[in-house]
Each structure stands twice: as structure tokens, then as C-alpha cells.
């Protein structure tokens, strides 16, 4: 099957890891940084429009080559994270990045100390108002930047604390080795196993997941106390409130929201994931289930096999269903080396996508083996791919990346092609399991997310008394997950050890919640787009993307008719999972098949 999987080519970027253009891109990289500290350190007060215009251009191509020279040396690395000189030539990038950058420090400094009046006075000049989204962002930050000699210790020394924490549990993470019936998988490969229709397959995959992590929680336990550490220490120095105030800033989202969202979540536990699982159960034929059965397939499923073109296709068909514009701008991403598929020893687990430059084309990475699964998490990242291609004209500096919204058009990529593939099914039974299996993966997505964020927040607040042991933060993952998955899930000794295969905890703390703002927020514009209320609904939801980091949530929402700072918000999205919970109920009823 690997025969006809692409891998990416990343020459747009740079031919190889000798490819002399790298070190003249250094170069000029760490030239330019001097000469602008030069031109403008202590000046910026006293620039002309044109003069603050000439900057930006300045700072947007310091950018480009920045994104250019990181991207590829991480991207290089993730498929082959065994390889130590790629991993070196990783590390080497990043430090010499962090270095050049030190003299540019000054400018968001001196920048945000400007009165708004001058800042008003150049934003007058309608090619520095392109840029005031920008600029917007900047200002925001203002009351929690540090002076420029703590700014810089900070930089420097995140190549050697909590960069250097992550580095470390990604290295570690893809060496680990697991075990099953004398066969060896990497976790890419393990995870695959967990959705095996054999439950003893499942369950040695499972307890040999758990044993694994278990056997290096020492290890994993103490980066992840150095990580909270390290990100505390910032927090404090910079005047944040709680652990989630820095995530909570950056994707423009109030602490307050982010709260109404994890108690709404959680006050639907029982009545989502709780009677899904119950439901589950039955199907299993069994009291409860184990832990490591929540994504299993049903006994009385179909074994689908997807080759690579068959994937392709499927998804393809559903985004030109809903849009022939969205299927132009997906097509490319196959038409041209921008994915990386197999599964191989060495690469990073899960899937991704990942945009080097924010004016050029993403690049996607999966792990495929042909499950249903794998077809939707193409859509996904797909999604990802398509929203930025949405969002090249807004130019280097104003496009940012809030995850909030990062993950809308991912999941409503799986969405779409979910409906597309129900839709050409006729037999109920099959209906049924494929509802199941979308169910399980929003509930994933809304429910569990948010235990994760649980999680996260209790072992942030009670690290500031001291390190957490690894008993500890095993008993708070276990007391999250029994309460967010209900009586009919086992949760026990076999799964209270593999907290940390959550990446997002050690490389993007408070992400978590992110997956579960965007699966509501989806779920409710997908039942907008099926009320017909909304005219050319397609194309007012493309337009929305390509405005995701421009601005706010209320406005863009606002031609579907929905605001997301009320709780009815969440609650209308949640209520998706719940209509598919019943039309199971009503199938189980009716098919009798347990």
C-alpha cells in the first residue's frame, strides 16, 4: 500500500540540509537584524509614515526567512526523528534563530510605549492600514511585556529550558518501543491496533501502551513538572492571572469564555458521552467497556479498507459536494508533493499541518494505514490546508494563528465528508456503525478535550506548591477521565499511566480546549447551513475563514446568525452529538442486532 503514498517534497523550501542557501538565508537573516537595530532602536517615535512603513516591510521579510529556515528544518526532522543529525541540524536552527533575533527585541518594546496618537497618525498611510491587525495584536501585549534585558534572558533562555523540555519529550516520545505478541510498533503503529476488531488485540495494545509510559513516567513525570515550572515562571513575571490567561490572550478569548465553555461541556457529560457509552457497551456486549475500547469498531461493522486513491477520492468528492471552490484549492495539496502519508519508522506520530510561511503553501503530514479513521483525519488536515490557502492575501504579519479557529475548518472538513459518506449508505446497520464511529470521535473531540483542559488546569494550580509525583498526576488523570467518560467505561490501573502521550500538555500547554471550542462551534454553524436560512452559505463560510485571524468571533459569526459569547452558543453545538445519540437510540431500537 505504501507504494503509491506520496511523501513531501520540501525543495520550495531549501533542496536539503546542505543546501548552501541555508547558511547565505543565516546570513542575511542575522545582517538584517543588526542593520534594523541600527536603523530604528530609539528612533521609532520620530518615523515618518513612509519611514514606519519602510519597518514593517523590514520586519515582514525577517519573517519569511525566519518561517522559511525553522519550517524546514522541523519539518525535515519529524519524519525521521531517529536520524541525529536531522535532529541536530533542528536544534542548530533554532539556537542560531534565537540568537539573531536578540537585537530586534526592542522593537515591540518601544513600539507599545508609543502614545496611540502617533500610532493613529500612521495608520492614516492606507499601506501601513493594511497592517493594522498587525498592529492591533502588538498593542494587546503591551501591559505584559518585561523590559528589553529580561525580554532577552527569556529568549535566550527558552533554548535551554522550557524549548529544550519539549525537545526532549518529542525525541524520547518517538523512540519509544512497544511490544505485542513478539511484534514491534512504533505509537503510530500501537494506535492502530486499539481500533483492531479483535478486543484481545485491543487490550494487549492497550495495557502495553500503559506499560511502556509507565515504565519511563519518571521521565516523562519530571519534564512535565519543568515544563509547568518553566511557564509559571514566565506568568508570573509577566502579570498573568491564572496558568490558561497567556493561551486565553492569544487566541483573543476571555478567561471568563473559556470557562462557560469547560462548564457547559462538563454539565453534558451524562448525558452525551455517558449514554453513548452505555450504548457502546451493549453493542460490545459487555457491562462496561474497557478504556481502550472507546474508539473500537463494532462487532457487527463492516472491516472497511481504504487504499490511499480510494481515500483521496472520498474526500475530494465531499469537498466539491459542498463547494467546487474548496475542492479547487484542496486538489493542489494532491496535485503537488505537499504531503508526507506512510507511516515509517522514525516519524512523528498523530498528523499534522504546518505552514512555514504564512504568503506560501502548508504542507500536511499523516501516519495512513487505510482505516476509516485515516479518512477523516485527511479531511481534517486538509481543512487546515484549505484555510490557509483562504488566507494568503492577508499578508505575512496579520495572519496569526488562533487555535480556536485553527481547528474550525479541520473539523468541518470532517463534518462534510462524515455527511458525504452517510449519505451513500443504504443499509441502516451500516448507518448505524458509521454514526457510532463519528459520535465517538466528537465526542473525543467536545468531551474529552475538556477533560484534558481539566487535567491540565489541576496540575498547573497544584504544581505551584511544589512537583507533582507521578502517583499524582496519574490519580488526577484517572478522576478526569472516570468523570468525564462515565460508569460504563473502565478507567483503572491499565490506563492511569498514559497522561503523557497527550503531546499538546508539554509543547502547547492550555491548547487542549481549543478542539473542543471549535467541534461546538462547527457543530452549530453545520446546523445553520442545514436550517436553509442562510443563503449561499457555502460562500459566506469561505469567506469566514479567510477572516479567522482578522477578527473577532462575534462578527464573523454574524451572518450565520450566531454569538458565540453566550452559553446558548455551546449548548446548540453540543446538541448535534445529542441528536446523532438519539438517532442511534432509535436504530438500536429497531435493528435489534445485540
Not at 493594522?132 to 527558552?158: A, H, N, T, V
Not at 504546518?354 to 481543512?383: C, R, W
Not at 504544581?463 to 477521565?481: A, D, H
Amino acid at each position: 500500500m505504501k507504494n503509491n503514498m506520496p511523501a513531501w517534497d520540501l525543495s520550495d523550501l531549501y533542496k536539503s540540509m546542505d543546501d548552501p542557501e541555508i547558511e547565505k538565508d543565516l546570513e542575511t537573516y542575522r545582517k538584517s537584524a543588526v542593520k534594523f537595530a541600527k536603523d530604528y532602536k530609539g528612533k521609532l517615535k520620530d518615523l515618518s509614515a513612509d519611514e514606519f512603513f519602510k519597518a514593517i516591510k523590514d520586519i515582514e521579510k525577517r519573517s519569511k526567512l525566519s518561517g522559511r529556515l525553522g519550517g524546514f528544518a522541523y519539518l525535515n526532522m519529524v519524519t525521521q526523528m531517529k536520524n541525529t543529525q536531522a535532529v541536530a541540524f533542528y536544534q542548530n536552527i533554532e539556537e542560531k534563530l534565537t540568537d539573531y533575533y536578540k537585537p530586534i527585541l526592542f522593537f515591540s518594546l518601544e513600539f507599545n510605549k508609543l502614545p496611540q496618537k502617533k500610532i493613529n497618525e500612521w495608520l492614516k498611510d492606507e499601506r501601513i492600514a493594511f497592517y493594522k491587525y498587525w498592529i492591533k495584536r502588538l498593542r494587546k501585549f503591551k501591559d505584559y511585556q518585561l523590559s528589553e534585558p529580561e525580554e532577552q534572558i527569556l529568549l535566550e533562555k527558552s533554548l535551554t529550558s522550557g524549548d529544550a523540555w519539549v525537545r526532549l519529550y518529542e525525541e524520547h516520545s518517538s523512540r519509544l518501543e512497544f511490544t505485542v505478541d513478539n511484534k514491534k510498533y512504533n505509537d503510530a503503529e500501537l494506535s492502530k491496533l486499539l481500533l483492531d476488531k479483535n478486543p484481545e488485540t485491543r487490550l494487549k495494545a492497550g495495557k502495553e501502551m500503559n506499560r511502556v509510559f509507565k515504565s519511563d513516567g519518571h521521565l516523562f513525570t519530571f519534564i512535565y513538572n519543568m515544563v509547568i515550572k518553566d511557564k509559571a515562571v514566565e506568568d508570573e513575571k509577566r502579570g498573568f492571572k491564572t496558568p490558561v490567561s497567556a493561551r486565553n490572550m492569544s487566541e483573543d478569548v476571555s478567561d471568563e469564555s473559556v470557562e462557560v465553555l469547560a462548564q457547559t461541556v462538563k454539565k453534558h457529560y451524562k448525558d452525551i458521552a455517558h449514554r453513548f457509552y452505555k450504548l457502546k457497551a451493549k453493542w460490545l456486549g459487555v457491562k462496561k467497556i474497557n478504556y481502550w475500547d472507546r474508539n473500537a469498531p463494532l462487532p457487527f461493522s463492516s472491516d472497511i479498507h481504504y487504499t490511499w486513491d480510494e481515500a483521496v477520492s472520498a474526500v475530494l468528492t465531499a469537498y466539491k459536494e459542498f463547494s467546487p471552490k474548496l475542492y479547487n484549492i484542496a486538489k493542489d495539496f494532491f496535485d503537488n508533493n505537499w504531503i508526507d502519508v506512510p507511516p515509517r519508522d522514525g516519524k512523528r506520530s498523530g498528523a499534522f499541518c504546518s505552514s512555514p510561511i504564512t504568503t506560501g503553501h502548508p504542507y500536511l503530514m499523516l501516519n495512513f494505514a487505510g482505516k476509516q479513521n485515516d479518512v477523516l483525519t485527511l479531511a481534517h488536515e486538509l481543512g487546515h490546508g484549505c484555510h490557509h490557502q483562504l488566507r494568503i492575501k492577508n499578508g505575512e504579519l496579520n495572519e496569526h494563528s488562533r487555535m480556536t479557529s485553527e481547528e474550525v475548518a479541520s473539523v468541518f472538513g470532517e463534518m462534510i465528508v462524515f455527511q458525504s459518506l452517510l449519505r451513500n449508505l443504504k443499509d441502516d446497520k451500516a448507518k448505524l456503525c458509521l454514526i457510532a464511529s463519528k459520535v465517538g470521535d466528537m465526542i473525543n473531540t467536545a468531551i474529552r478535550q475538556i477533560a484534558f483542559h481539566f487535567f491540565e488546569t489541576r496540575a498547573h494550580n497544584e504544581r505551584k506548591n511544589g512537583e507533582l509525583s507521578e502517583e499524582r498526576l496519574s490519580q488526577i488523570w484517572v478522576e478526569e477521565m472516570r468523570d468525564s467518560l462515565g460508569d460504563y467505561v473502565i478507567v483503572d490501573e491499565d490506563s492511569a499511566r498514559i497522561w503523557p502521550m497527550v503531546g499538546h500538555f508539554f509543547f502547547l500547554p492550555f491548547y487542549v480546549y481549543a478542539y473542543s471550542y471549535a467541534d461546538c462551534f462547527v457543530n452549530s454553524l453545520y446546523k445553520v447551513s442545514q436550517n436553509g436560512k442562510v443563503k449561499d452559505f457555502a460562500d459566506k463560510y469561505l469567506e469566514m475563514l479567510s477572516k479567522t485571524a482578522l477578527e473577532d468571533y462575534d462578527k464573523i459569526l454574524k451572518p450565520f446568525g450566531l454569538n458565540p459569547n453566550n452559553a446558548e452558543f455551546w449548548e446548540y453545538g453540543l446538541s448535534l452529538i445529542s441528536e446523532y445519540i438519539d438517532i442511534l437510540e432509535d436504530l438500536d431500537k429497531r435493528l435489534k442486532l445485540v
